[in-house]
Structure formats: structure tokens, C-alpha cells
């Protein structure tokens, strides 16, 4: 476990260091994304395929200890992979082990359970943002069904779409998790009237840079005065407040939720985010954001999570997601930290509670 101990100045005061995690979303290989993805099922390439590719060519990139990436693998059990494969933990049943060799090289395996509903049995999916009873419920029966086949109980998880409200927060204490990295600090895309039959609904606006416990009356900020917080630690994803680059990201959020107010949020509080699998040219302003961060006079432990999804390694689409990316971004995130005299660790997502106890 990681502790604030564990790494000392040669003069024997504290030091700095940048915890990277990493963590990836493993769900169904996208339509339109990779090719030969048939519609009305799911496929599983990103997963079994790219997840070793991967990991294989990170062999010989190393943090400050000589040790290799690790990651998070974030697994979809929930009413999707109910509705089409007969039971919410599917995927982990069907490939225990594959991924218990996971395990083995010092991965994590965690949770990643999204809100898709159907209101007829082959109608379209859609993000369930109404009905809250359903989503609490649907949760702990999803957790139930993957506790019985788990190899060691969910600590970790990212919720789809990056959605919570209060209760769903809630839901994830009672079920025992212990930390989850759904903030994308400066970002929402949920006002108070969405679409009630849409996706990629969230709101996190408002909340801090950092790690933090939220306050039981709202998820997304720490508590006021007079307030309690979760049990449950939020570890942020990294973002760059670059105003150029948070624009960039504000016109695409507003082309893709047709919401012309994206563009005022990026002004108010620039916010620029993006995948690991990312060019490197688009990863580069997270890492000046990074070399930013590591000038500042401060002490204490500093978190660099990082997310993708498991189709992005394979061959896709687009121009922008590739596997040789991983590498050379993850290169570039050490490199920076060397050039800081800082040393970096890679880290499972689990072990960063160790650093803010509760």
C-alpha cells in the first residue's frame, strides 16, 4: 500500500511524488468505432485482443522504482450485459481467467457499471437519468451477481457516462467500495431539464482538482460546514486549465450535445481532458499541465489518473486513438517528472486511498 512515507528527500524530508493510474473502461467494442462490430450484440475485441497488445508493448517503459505500468480494468456488469448475455457479471464469469492472469502482473480489476434501460424488449438503449429507485437497485443487484464470482471484491469503479447523483454515491459506500474516478472536474453535459431519452449525461462542474470525499448533500464538492462526507474517495481525472485547449474541447462538446452553452462553461472554468490512447499532440497540454503542477512549492502526494477505453488499442476509425500513443504519452509523463527530480510510480487505482484515509 502507498503511504506518504514512501518516498524521503536524501536529507530525510518528504518528497513529492506523482502517482500515475491508469485505468481503463472495458466495454463492448463500439459500432462505427472498429470495423465488423455487428449491430443488436456485443463484441469483445477491445478486451481480449487489445488488452494484451497493450501490455505488451509497455514492456520496458518504467517508473521511479523499475516498475511497468500497471492498470485499472474497469468491467461492465450491469443491466446491458443482463438484458444480453443472461446475467450481470457475464463478463467476468466468461473470462475469469484471463482475468486472474490480469491480476497476476499486478493489474486491478474493478467495476464499470453503466445506466442503459430499455423500455421494450428490442427498443433502443438509453441513459437512464429519472428514475434514481431503478438506478439504486439495479446497482446493488448488479454488485450482488458479480460478488459471488469476483476475484477479490470491487474497490474501484468509474461509473458510465461519468453519471452520479447523490444516492447512486450513496449506493457505492453501502456496497462497500472504497474509491471511484468518475469527476471530470470543469465538465458537464446534465443541466436540469436533458433529454429523458439520450446519453452521456454528467455534471461535475464544480468540483476540485484533486482527490476529495464528497459531501453526502452534493456529490460533486466537498463538505460545507455542518456537513458529513462519503466514505467513498473521488479521484479526479487529470485536466489542463489551458483556455485554448478548453475551448477546442468546449466546441466539440457543444457539436456533440448541440449545446451551444459548452462553449461559456469552457470560458468560466477552462477545462481540457483526454484519453490516454490520445496523439500525443492532443496529450500534450495534460502533460504541461503536469510539468505546471510539479513547479509549484508543495509537498504531499500528486494524482495523475488517466482513462481510456479497451477499443482504442485495436486499428479503428479515427485519426486520434491508436495503442503506440499509450506508450509514447506514458513517455512522456515520466520524462517530465525526471526533468522535475520527481519521482513518479505507477499505481492501481485502489492504493491512492491509502494516501487520503478517511
Keep these: 500500500m502507498l503511504t506518504h512515507e514512501s518516498c524521503k528527500r536524501a536529507a530525510g524530508g518528504p518528497l513529492r511524488t506523482v502517482h500515475v493510474v491508469l485505468s481503463c473502461d472495458t466495454d463492448p467494442d463500439r459500432p462505427g468505432f472498429l470495423d465488423g462490430v455487428p449491430s443488436g450484440s456485443l463484441t469483445w475485441r477491445g478486451m481480449t485482443e487489445g488488452i494484451p497488445a497493450v501490455k505488451d508493448i509497455l514492456h520496458g517503459v518504467t517508473d521511479s522504482h523499475g516498475r511497468e505500468p500497471v492498470f485499472t480494468w474497469l468491467l461492465r456488469a450491469d443491466e446491458q450485459i443482463r438484458r444480453v448475455h443472461g446475467e450481470y457479471a457475464w463478463v467476468v464469469r466468461t473470462h475469469d481467467s484471463f482475468l486472474r492472469s490480469l491480476q497476476q502482473t499486478g493489474d486491478e480489476l474493478g467495476w464499470h457499471p453503466h445506466f442503459w434501460r430499455r423500455e421494450t424488449e428490442n427498443g433502443p438503449w438509453f441513459q437512464e437519468v429519472e428514475d434514481i429507485d431503478w438506478q439504486v437497485e439495479m446497482l446493488h443487484e448488479a454488485h450482488r451477481d458479480l460478488a459471488t464470482c469476483f476475484p477479490g471484491a470491487p474497490k474501484s469503479v468509474r461509473m458510465g457516462w461519468a453519471y452520479h447523483n447523490n444516492r447512486t454515491y450513496g449506493a457505492l459506500e453501502d456496497l462497500g467500495v472504497a474509491i471511484d474516478c468518475s469527476a471530470l472536474p470543469g465538465y458537464r453535459t446534465f443541466r436540469r431539464k436533458p433529454p429523458t431519452r439520450g446519453e452521456n449525461f454528467f455534471d461535475w462542474h464544480s468540483s476540485p482538482r484533486r482527490p476529495f470525499r464528497p ?144
Aim: glycine share 6%; proline share 8%.
Design 215 to 358: 459531501s453526502r448533500n452534493d456529490y460533486r464538492r466537498t463538505p460545507l460546514a455542518g456537513e458529513s462526507p462519503f466514505r467513498v474517495l473521488e479521484v479526479p481525472g487529470f485536466v489542463s486549465g489551458s483556455i485554448p485547449w478548453a475551448l477546442v474541447s468546449g466546441v466539440q462538446l457543444a457539436r456533440k450535445t448541440g449545446d451551444l452553452a459548452q462553449l461559456w462553461y469552457a470560458i468560466r472554468r477552462p477545462t481540457y481532458n483526454i484519453n490516454v490512447t490520445a496523439r500525443p499532440v492532443f496529450f500534450a497540454p495534460l502533460v504541461a499541465q503536469l510539468r505546471t503542477a510539479l513547479r509549484r512549492e508543495e509537498s504531499g502526494p500528486l494524482v495523475f489518473s488517466t482513462q481510456c477505453h479497451a477499443d482504442e488499442f485495436l486499428p479503428n476509425r479515427t485519426a486520434l486513438y491508436s495503442m503506440d500513443s499509450v506508450k509514447a504519452n506514458l513517455q512522456a509523463l515520466v520524462r517530465a517528472c525526471h526533468e522535475a527530480q520527481t519521482p513518479v510510480q505507477f499505481a492501481q487505482l485502489r492504493e491512492i486511498a491509502g494516501l487520503w484515509p478517511g
